[in-house]
């Protein structure tokens, strides 16, 4: 009698430039979102004076700013990859049936390589370097 368990998915993509101009593309609109709320709070905080509600508008400003400084480093980041190499985007959860005497080993995380939205290989747990 066998179990199933879950294991980590590691999705990597080969970068491309259609990869880049895409992430590139979701980071910008991104940026323009939370640079529309950061507008819209701005009034808000300007017309609630000192009010109790001002510290939670504030602090969402903060937390808006925050996110915009990290969509712009993960902008330079994906700027700076090399096309052809691969980059960590997730990972998901696959599960997998295990019974006595099943090798152990094939139970680490396994990754998924895809390159312009099609799966190019998978790496198995067994086959992976044995330093992670």
Do not use: W, Y
Not at 100 to 116: H, M, P, Q, R, T
């Amino acid at each position: 009698m066998g179990i199933v368990i879950k294991r980590p998915v590691h999705v990597k993509v080969v970068v491309t430039e259609s990869f880049r101009d895409s992430r590139l593309a979701q980071i910008r609109a991104a940026i323009a979102k939370l640079d529309a709320v950061g507008r819209q709070l701005a009034v808000n905080i300007e017309s609630r004076g000192d009010d109790e509600v001002r510290p939670r508008l504030d602090e969402q400003a903060h937390r808006n700013k925050q996110a915009k400084a990290a969509l712009k480093h993960e902008a330079d980041g994906i700027s700076a990859l090399e096309l052809g190499a691969e980059h960590g985007v997730g990972v998901l959860e696959c599960t997998v049936e295990v019974d006595v005497g099943d090798d152990f080993s094939l139970l680490k995380a396994c990754e998924i390589v895809v390159k312009d939205d099609i799966i190019i290989e998978i790496r198995d747990g067994g086959r992976l370097d044995e330093s992670q």
